[in-house]
């Protein structure tokens, strides 16, 4: 298993086609890991470009974290990352809390980053968004396993539910993410994604809860086209061919 | 660390190695409760979760090398064959790859 020490901490990161002459750096959400492009979309990419996956702090197989879940945190962990790979420039995907993390890094190091891929980036203000930090409880975890194997056909099974709720456990109320993305709720309303210049794709689901985000940040970022695609917030499980090609065709556009 | 070997092996050698892959990714206080077979489903039976499937999957790699693209293997299913993955197909595929 890949792993390589960014700024003191173990991160566990996978790299595809390390040849291809252009990279692309795909960043995962929250309580999710990069198992989420590994399996479909990252192998598409990977005929025509170098694909960065990598595991957020206390995510996956990367070394937990108490504290450092804001946005300005997460893209320093970020930048660090492509410094030890020596990757100059990418093109960037995020996907929910990991489309955020993008939204920044296009934001702070603009030199960096060449195409960017919003998918379902949520508005942290949203009081679905921040509902779901703030109304944890096991009870919350067994609700949203039982909705979101409806969607995905994958039922939990006793040993993952008890991983999964230990790595929510531990997020919630050992580390300092609840506060850290508190802090970040007024993101949607900063100045500083309208300086986007970016070609940016927005990718939402017909019926995301988010979709709405979607339009919002479409009509603020200047060079960006935002493709609605079957599915609500789950799309890049629901629908991995439909999105691993739309961003196919968006990064190799000239 | 497994090295890469070009050995060809017998389907009862691979699903032993299958199952050393697994004993080293979930532990094995879990695999001891579980009687695992080529029939063994990864996600329903050996309920594996898909970060669990990457270690498994990087396994793999790591040990057939070029001989095999595992990864571009599961790219082409989609997700009721992930789903429904059991070890006795991964098995014929390491073996029609060594023939």
């Given amino acids: ?254 | 660390m497994d090295s890469i070997t070009t050995k060809k092996l017998s389907s009862e050698e691979i699903f032993d190695l299958m199952k050393k892959f697994i004993t080293e990714v979930i532990g094995e206080e879990f695999v001891e409760e579980m009687d695992i077979t080529p029939e063994s489903s990864f996600t329903k039976d050996l309920e594996m979760d898909s970060i669990e499937i990457v270690s498994f999957s990087e396994k793999i790699k790591a040990h057939f090398g070029e001989q095999i693209d595992f990864t571009g293997w599961l790219s082409s299913m989609d997700l009721d064959q992930l789903i429904n993955l059991n070890l006795g197909m991964i098995i014929s595929y390491i073996e029609e790859c060594q023939s």
């Fill in chain 1, 1 to 254: 298993m890949p792993v390589i020490t960014v700024s003191g901490k173990s991160v566990h990161i996978q790299e595809l086609n390390k040849g291809a002459a252009e990279t692309i750096v795909l960043v995962h959400g929250m309580f999710s890991n990069l198992s989420v492009y590994y399996f479909n979309i990252a192998p598409l990419l990977a005929t025509k470009y170098h694909v960065v996956l990598y595991d957020l702090k206390s995510h996956g197989m990367s070394e937990k974290a108490l504290e450092g879940y804001d946005l300005e945190s997460m893209t320093n962990d970020l930048f660090a990352l492509m410094e030890i790979l020596n990757i100059k420039q990418a093109h960037l995907g995020g996907y929910s809390f990991g489309g955020l993390i993008a939204l920044k890094m296009a934001i702070r190091f603009p030199e960096r980053i060449n195409k960017l891929a919003i998918i379902e980036a949520p508005d942290p203000n949203d009081d679905k968004t921040r509902g779901i930090i703030d109304e944890y409880s096991r009870e919350f975890l067994e609700h949203y396993v039982e909705n979101f194997t409806d969607t995905t056909k994958v039922k939990m099974g006793k040993r993952q539910m008890e991983r999964n709720h230990r790595m929510y456990e531990y997020l919630f109320y050992q580390t300092s993410i609840k506060t850290d993305m508190e802090l970040e709720k007024d993101f949607f309303g900063s100045p500083a994604i309208a300086t986007i210049k970016q070609a940016t794709l927005l990718l939402y689901g017909t019926d995301s809860n988010c979709l709405n985000a979607g339009k919002y940040l479409d009509g603020l970022i200047e060079n960006a086209s935002l493709i609605a695609v079957l599915g609500d917030h789950n799309i890049p499980i629901q629908q991995p061919l439909v999105i691993a090609e739309t961003l196919l065709n968006f990064f190799q556009e000239t």
